[in-house]
């Protein structure tokens, strides 16, 4: 057990820890999220998945792998989280370069350990077709959302931390979708084309979920940890186990 521990994806075999894992099953073990995406760019549905069988899906993967390959974006640099965008219908802006300078923003602030999940391009603080901030970068990375727009003169650039999301929502109108970022300070409306905005929606569903999961794992680990520790020291306490044993177990348990 544990975050770091690698399991096997059911379809294509490959090794993958928490982070590389989707959220979906599959004869008892995850799917990873390369296959997972497969599958959904494919057409294929979660509640499709539990129906189909590990055969019939490794088809689906292996199918769709002849007409497109999933391609890798190195989603650490502005112009390949610009190209996600544009490959996925995400949004593209204004122009490519506009695009790029926007993202650039979003990658100048990256951390080290810290890995964009899902980018897009969208119109900030959308109340009507004339009424609305203009384009902005969107990602949504493992400890953040993160907002940016490159001015001809300054810059805009907001974070909300994963903990201070309320809820994503999405609404459709005539010609545009909005989703709308509920934060615990304010809501953030971002207007994209119809098709676009429900699918950013459900793909930010899908990644929050997908954390959500990892740091319940997580906890659940540090817990577990900290009763075992508890349990050594009771032992410590009632002269069971010497103060040596006690820090060797500690030790190991904390992985020092
Ligand atoms: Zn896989």
Known sequence: MGLWNTEKC??????????GKSAIKKDNSY????????????????????????????????????????????????????QFCVDNGFGQGMTKSWGVKHFQLIADNLKNEEKVLIAF????????????????????TNKRFMMAQKKLVGEAFQTVSLDN?????????IAFGIVTVDTIKEKFNIALDKYSAKNISNRLHEELDNLKRISYNINNNQMSVADEIKKYKELLDMGAISQDEFEKKKKRLLNL
């Open 10 to 19: 059911p379809i294509c075999g490959k090794e993958t820890n928490a982070l």
């Open 31 to 82: 799917i990873c999220r390369n296959c997972f995406l497969k599958l959904t760019s494919s057409g294929i549905n979660t509640s499709n998945i539990k129906e189909l069988s590990v055969e019939e899906l490794n088809d689906i993967v292996n199918g769709n792998k002849k007409t497109d390959d999933i391609k890798e974006y190195d989603m650490k640099t502005a112009e390949g989280m610009y």
């Open 121 to 140: 391009i969208g119109l900030h603080n959308y109340i009507s077709a004339t009424k609305h901030d203009n384009n902005f970068a969107y990602v949504l």
């Open 165 to 173: 999301i309320n809820d994503i929502t999405f609404e459709s109108g």
